[in-house]
């Protein structure tokens, strides 16, 4: 009898021979599926995928599964992975490569707060040179879900009494440098 | 005395204030200077990487610059994510 996965039709084989030849995915391909790199990821445990499984979705060529799921934000680029992995696959960059194109095509799962975290990061930077963390924490509450602001205001308050919490707003002096440092790229 | 330059990064400069000042205390016990790189920027790591590759490297590169002119032989980066950003963009550049 014929058996199929439920998601085979959505299968893309051309998109994950297109991901292998990116700089830093070329070893999609050699994975021996052993789990070394969900076994030592200290953050799998909330992944909805583990970094195993996404790298069987990228190879497999299931696109939309892999760019929207919540394992490539989550993931906090610590490198485990890459260093475990038998087939040195640069499991890391293979993430960045997959968020990259979710923020492309606006793939990312609706009203998370890490990639709306990312694009605020990147608008700050490409503004002021550098990142002021605690106005970058409460733009990316209210522009994915400020109720998590809720959950926030003891350990806030906390810090803030602490002295861990600069209201400062950070830039650099040569402002003037940074269209070159981007190239006069347009703005994500 | 021996003295390095000092890429703090942001979050030393924020939420990781209290890294920062231990490891200030802790060179001067040693017995070296650290000298702040003269207008750093965000080392361009994760959140940029997830944005756009080309950018997070040429702002790491900027700071690599900058570590350049003010002859700093070489650069501390206490923060595990910036040392990686600049790295990682000194080896691209050098090959």
Known sequence: MDRKLKLQPEAAPDWARQVSERPGCEGVFSCLQCGACSGTCPLSIYMDFSPRRIIALVR???????LSSKTIWLCASCYSCAVHCPRQIHIT????????EAIQYRMYPARFPIPVLAQEFYKMVRRSGRSSETW??????????PLIL?????TGWEMLRAGR???????????????????????? | MAG???FPGCSLKGTGVAYEESLLALFRVLGYTLAELEDWNCCGATSYMSIDEH?????????????????HREVVAPCSACYL???KTQDYVQR
């Open chain 1, 60 to 66: 497999e060529g299931f696109r939309k599964d892999a």
């Open chain 2, 55 to 71: 950018a997070a490297f040429t702002l790491s590169a900027r700071n690599l610059k900058l570590a350049h002119e003010a002859r």
């Open chain 1, 165 to 188: 919490l600069s209201l400062e707003r950070e830039r650099i002096r040569d402002l003037e440098s940074l269209p070159r440092v981007f190239g006069g790229r347009e703005a994500a």
């Open chain 1, 93 to 100: 960059d293979v993430m960045y490569s997959l968020k990259r």
């Open chain 1, 136 to 145: 970058l924490v409460l733009r990316m509450a209210l522009r994915s879900n």
């Open chain 2, 4 to 6: 390095y330059g000092y």
């Open chain 1, 150 to 154: 809720l959950g926030m205001i003891r």
């Open chain 2, 85 to 87: 950003a600049l790295r």
